[in-house]
């Protein structure tokens, strides 16, 4: 029998028995529903991290060195944390050396930074996070200034006190009057806002515009850079990906001379990239991928179960047509085939309703809570296959129950 004629014969007795239909298409499209959901859910949050919350945090391409992890997912036990607070400083002594081991082509940017009260004559005295930093941050960062310019080299040279301001400070210290050219006062010292940044969202309900970026050497950076002569970070962008590993590598050996290590010591300071804060995530995400798979798997298997007692029936309830069919010629293939192709038909038109059920659950998940959602397509292709597989799977028995039958005996039953 031609697969397009099992099919429609398969599809026919779906509209014949509407009831039955539904039960049997039940069990996998509860199954494949939830495992689109769980799956949708994880994505979501992989996509989120990546691109939302690592991306807006780090560069592309870079790497940033610092005494401590400045993101750490996961927990951090007692003796670790406790090393890391035994740590050296970073000194500004030390960043020339740093910065001649890099090669040409390569970008960076030493940044200090700490909170700070601020205060204007438009809004009240707030805690803001200071940022003092050199010119090239903004090029690295990718940080875009909406009204006025950013920060220049001669910025840079003169120390001058002038400071770029995030959305949200622009919101609080300077409602309903344009900024550009006012007084900001960092502590107890003046500053002239010369741009404002474009708006950087939020991760987890915190905001990422409630920043002030100052010239590296302007007078907040005694309030940033604590110890006094130490540094919070140099942020290294590669010209490449592939650059990444190399500029690491010649940084942590210019640092670790500095810093008089020997070859069996450890690192005492952190070299972080956008994929090293990831990897604890991506490590529960592998978890949380294999629990979504395998805890829909037992709805799948129940499903199953179900379609391999509605062929049985099937079977029992339609012997007088298979002796007919055998009479006229049909061979124990042909059979076989038609229960196969029959039983993956309604496995996969049960897992095509769950991949729908699934997908709406998501979107209701992203519309009614913060959790992101995302509908892979490798999930909706693993999906519907699974449901095929469980299909034809579970049609094996009742088909070849169906194929073994003799037709002169089938043909009585009637």
């Known amino acids: 029998m031609p697969i397009f004629e099992a099919v429609r014969l398969a599809l026919q007795q779906i509209r014949v028995q509407k009831l039955k239909s539904f039960f049997t298409l039940l069990g996998v499209m509860i199954g494949v529903m939830f495992l689109i959901a769980v799956v949708s859910v994880v994505e979501g949050m992989s996509r989120y991290m990546e691109k939302d919350l690592i991306g807006k945090i780090m560069a592309v391409n870079s790497f940033e060195l610092r005494r401590r992890p400045d993101f750490e997912m996961g927990d951090v036990d007692r003796q670790t944390a406790e090393a890391w607070s035994r ?140 110890p006094a002569g130490s540094v919070d970070a140099i942020i290294v962008q590669a010209p490449n990906a592939m650059g990444v590993i190399g500029g690491e590598e010649a940084v942590r050996q210019v640092l670790r001379a500095l810093h008089r290590l020997r070859p069996n010591q450890p690192d005492d300071f952190s070299l972080q990239t956008p994929e090293s804060s990831l990897a604890f ?21 129940v499903g199953a179960i179900v379609i391999m007692n509605i062929m049985l029936v099937a079977v029992a309830e339609r012997t007088y047509e298979i002796g007919i069919r055998k ?19 309604l496995s996969t038109l049960g897992a095509a309703f769950g991949v729908a059920a699934g997908a709406g659950i998501a979107f209701a998940i992203s519309a009614a809570t913060p959790l992101p959602t995302h509908v892979a397509a490798w999930s909706v292709v693993v999906s519907v296959l699974l449901g095929t ?16 039958l003799d037709p002169i005996a089938a043909m009585r039953n009637e």
């Open 327 to 345: 009479a006229l010629g049909a061979k124990r293939r042909d059979i076989l085939a038609q229960f196969l192709i029959e039983s993956a038909t």
């Open 87 to 226: 740590r050296p400083p970073i000194f500004e002594r030390d960043t020339a050396a740093i910065i001649n081991a890099l090669s040409p082509g390569f970008r960076h940017a030493i940044v200090g930074q700490d909170n700070a009260t601020v205060t204007s004559k438009y809004g009240r005295p707030r805690q803001v996070e200071i940022r003092n930093v050199t010119h090239q941050y903004f090029d690295i960062k990718n940080l875009q200034v909406v009204r006025g310019r950013p920060l220049t080299e001669l910025d840079d040279k003169l120390n001058a006190p002038v400071v770029v301001i995030g959305k949200d400070v622009h919101d609080h210290f300077f409602p309903n009057v344009d900024p550009i050219g006012r007084e900001l006062r960092i502590g107890p010292i003046p500053y002239t806002v010369v741009g404002i940044a474009e708006k950087q969202g939020s991760t987890f309900g915190l905001s990422l515009d409630k920043f002030i970026i100052a010239p590296y050497g302007s007078p907040a950076k005694r309030l940033a850079n604590r």
């Open 389 to 404: 597989v469980v299909g034809i799977v579970a049609g094996v028995y009742p088909a070849s129950r169906a194929s073994r």
């Open 281 to 301: 995530w991506n490590k529960i995400k592998g978890y949380l991928v294999v629990a979504g798979v395998a805890l829909p798997a037992i709805g799948l298997v």
